[in-house]
Structure formats: C-alpha cells, structure tokens
C-alpha cells in the first residue's frame, strides 16, 4: 500500500522504515529541510539500534523516500500517519499546534478518499479535533477516516517493537477504515485491538500512565526499605514473580524520564481535569517521580556536607541506556541543581555527551568513568549503562578524592563496594 508518514522524529522514522521494510511504499515527510537532505542521503539523525540498516534497505529498494513536499505525498498515498511532535506546555497540556497544522495541510492536499491515522500521542478527543479540522479545509471535498492508531515503540528497542509487538492498537469509526489498516498491519501477524477513537486514544495514555505509576511505587516502596532496613531488589522479585503483578517496571532507581512518560503522564491529568476529572493517583505518581531525584541529591549532601566546590563525577547523562536521548533525562536536573550549589562537574555518558553539550555548560566531559573519577569528591551513577556495571572499582578509587558512590540505579553489590572501602548509597537497600 502507499503510505505517507508526517514527521520524521524517533517514532515516524521508525515507523516508516518498518512500514517500508513490510512490504508498503512509504514517503516520509518532514518541513526540516535539513533533515530531509540527510535522509535522502542515507544520514540517519538519531540514534535507535539497527534503524540505520533498515532506512538504508528501503532507500535502496526504493521503497522508503524522504521530502519536504507534504502536500505532494498525501495527494501520492492512501493513509497518511501524523507522527508530529505533542510536546507538553508550561502547564502539561500537551501542545496539538502541529498536529493541527497538519491537517490543515493534509487537508488541503487531499484529492481522492484518504485515511488519516493519530501515530503521534495525544489526549483523548483530538480524534474529534482532528475530524472537524479535516472538513473545515476539506477544499476538495474529498471522503476521509480519521483512524487513532497509538504506538507502544520504546527507544532502544523500537523496531523490536514495532516488529514484533504485545498488540496493535486501532481506534475507528468504520469497516472501511478498519479493513485497510488490518492489510496494511496483516504481515506482522500481530493481535489486533478494534475500538473507538476515544478509547484507542485513552489505552495509549493509561498504558503509559501505568507504567509510570508501577515506577513510582516501586520508588516509593524503596524509600520504606531505606528506612526499614529492607532491601527493594529483593522486594521486587518477591513481588514480580506473581503473575498477576508482573516484573517488569519495577525496578526501582531515580525516577522516569524520556520525552514519553513525564509528558504524557502530565497530558493525562489535564485531560481528565478537562473532563472534569482529578486524578489525584496520576498526581502523586508526578510527585513522587520528582522526589526521587530530589532524594539522591540529598544523600550526596548526607555525606559531603557542604557541596560548594567539591568536584561530583557524573556517569550516564541519557534517561536510560541504549539511548543518546537526554529529554527529562535526571541527569539533566540533578547536574544543573549541583551547578547552582557550587558544584564542578566531570561527566561520562557512552552516546549523549553531543546532545548534554546543547543544554548544559561549564561541564568537564571526560574520556571514560576513570577520567571522570580522578579528583572527584564522589561519584554519581545516574543511567545504567552496562560498561559501567564492569568498571573496576578499586583503581576508581585510586583516582577519587574522597571514595563516595551514590548509585541511583542499583548497579552493585553494596557489601562487595563497601567492602573496597566506599562509602555507597544506592536506592532501597
Ligand atoms: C515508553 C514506553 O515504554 C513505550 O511503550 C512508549 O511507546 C513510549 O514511552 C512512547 O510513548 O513513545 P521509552 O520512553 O522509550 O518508552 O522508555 P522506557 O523504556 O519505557 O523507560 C521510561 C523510563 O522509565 C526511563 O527513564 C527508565 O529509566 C524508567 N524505568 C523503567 C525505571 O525507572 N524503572 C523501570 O523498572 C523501568
């Protein structure tokens, strides 16, 4: 099937270069100009585990095309996907002034009966948003469906995902539009889930939501632990291996972030509140997911005291590993809170030190975690990456100043590191 996807961000690009890789024609269309040229010449942006081979594989069968023209790809395919960013506003509304613009494009494009699919993630409704703004520029009066069809891509691991995923969400109105999205989805084999729009669009923010609450949770249990001399990892597996609870998202370290959770979790108390709705659970799970990194600052202090002009050694600066995405990323916040208190800072992520370079300064950016060790007064370990899981510890200790770890992700043995003569804090133990 000819398929046009408009946005070529993380999930877009994903998305089309799986589509493609399927068996569709697919047009990737995007208004940075930039971007697109990369694109055409097989540069890829970002980084996302094997999307570099598969971007390649379409543009040499042909299969997979890349432009600015918007209006040209519409009128050139029959389901359109809008995979635009819906970034959160000063107050958590997410932002829909792209997806609107959009479709006012799609829109006036539009020459023969189209299906616009929701791909981005937006709050229940827009569906309703996005219909109404289709007929209002419908200036050929063409038929259209408007189809929500939520993606459950994680960075790191999105083509796995898409190749493969848990189900396919798709909210109609009609057969027609259901018959053509299950083609286009047919050879996957995957389970397909039919709703409404309202709902399709709902199952995407709850899962989100949820995943986010069982972090929170397990972040809040740990902190009990701290207290009750328990320890959380254990906690976790006693309480994962129950089926009806599930391992998974429990493990607990300094909170979400990502361009996912913390938005959509905001978006989703909005909407509620817009419904008429306080969801004061979705409330607290924001809160305690805040308090998290608030926590791992506070045990720095519980052992250095005074921060002002001590040197802290940063490992990991992306919100999880296998990702150069620093979006919401802790690291983020904990480093320019130490800033404001004095603190110089030695950093070491494996892929995201370009993009912190954007958004952070006065960093000294090191080599590697021994790099970053020498002269530090302590050690933060804030994404775990699996080569920091191998360091060796005790010729760490040799470069540091003083030997602290404060490990927010749980990588070690506490007995084995306080056994090398360190004094470590990790989360729930
Ligand atoms: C998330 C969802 O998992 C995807 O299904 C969804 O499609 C995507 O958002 C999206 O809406 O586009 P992603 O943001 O890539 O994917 O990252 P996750 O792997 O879900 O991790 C999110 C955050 O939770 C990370 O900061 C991670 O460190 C944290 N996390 C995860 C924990 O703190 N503990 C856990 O047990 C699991």
Redesign the pocket.
């Known amino acids: 099937m000819k398929l046009c996807v408009i946005g070529a961000g993380h ?1 877009g690009l994903v998305t089309g270069a799986c589509f493609a890789d399927i068996g569709h024609r697919v047009t990737c269309a995007d208004s940075d100009s930039h971007k697109i040229e990369q694109l055409s010449k097989g540069i890829v942006p970002i980084y996302e585990p094997g999307l570099n081979e598969l971007v390649q594989k379409g543009r040499n069968k042909g299969t997979l095309l890349f432009t600015r023209d918007l209006g040209g790809a519409v009128k050139d395919s029959d389901v359109i996907f809008v995979a635009v960013g819906t970034p959160a506003r000063h107050d958590g509304r997410a932002d829909l002034s792209f997806v609107e613009d959009v479709c006012r494009q799609i829109a006036s494009a539009m020459e023969s009966y189209k299906v616009v699919v929701e791909k981005s ?1 937006v709050p229940v409704k827009t569906g309703e948003w996005v219909k109404h703004t289709l007929e209002l520029n419908n200036v050929n009066n063409c038929d259209f469906d408007v189809v929500s069809n939520p ?6 691991s ?1 083509i796995q ?1 898409f190749m493969k995923p848990d189900r396919i969400v798709i909210g109609v109105e009609n057969e027609r539009a259901e018959k053509l999205m299950e083609e286009i989805y047919a050879p996957l084999g995957a389970r397909i889930i039919v709703t409404d729009i309202n709902s399709a669009e709902i199952i ?1 923010h709850a ?2 939501s949820f ?2 609450l ?2 929170s949770y ?2 809040a249990v740990a902190e009990i632990c701290e207290f009750a001399g328990a320890d959380i990892e254990k906690v976790s597996a006693g309480m994962g291996l129950d089926g009806r609870i599930g391992q ?14 913390p938005k ?1 979790v905001l978006a989703f108390i909005d909407i509620a509140g817009q419904l008429g709705c306080d969801f004061e659970l979705l409330k607290v799970v924001e809160k305690i997911n805040r308090h998290q990194r608030e926590r791992a600052i506070k045990k720095l202090q519980d052992v250095l005291w005074i921060l002002n002009n001590k040197t802290v050694g940063i490992l990991g600066l992306s ?2 590993p296998d ?1 150069d995405d620093i979006r919401e ?2 690291a983020i916040y904990i480093i320019n809170k130490l800033q404001k208190e004095g603190v110089k800072i030695r950093a070491y992520d494996p892929t995201a030190m370009e993009n912190a370079k954007k958004v952070l300064s006065g960093i000294t950016y090191c080599r590697d975690a021994y790099e970053v060790a020498e002269g530090s007064d302590a050690l933060m370990i804030l994404t ?1 990456w699996e080569q920091f899981r191998e360091l060796d510890l005790a010729e760490i200790k040799k470069r540091m100043k003083t030997p602290v770890i404060i490990d927010g992700r749980n990588l070690y043995d506490p007995a084995a590191v306080k056994g090398l003569g360190f004094t470590y804090m990790s989360v729930g133990r």
Not at 248 to 261: D, N, P, R, T
Request: proline share 2%.
């Open positions: 999930v993630t993606e459950f891509l994680r960075e790191g999105a995902d995407k899962s989100n995943l986010a069982k972090i397990i972040n998974s998202f429990l493990k607990a370290g300094i909170g979400y972030g990502g361009s996912c959770f959509d919100f999880k990702t990323a802790p775990e």
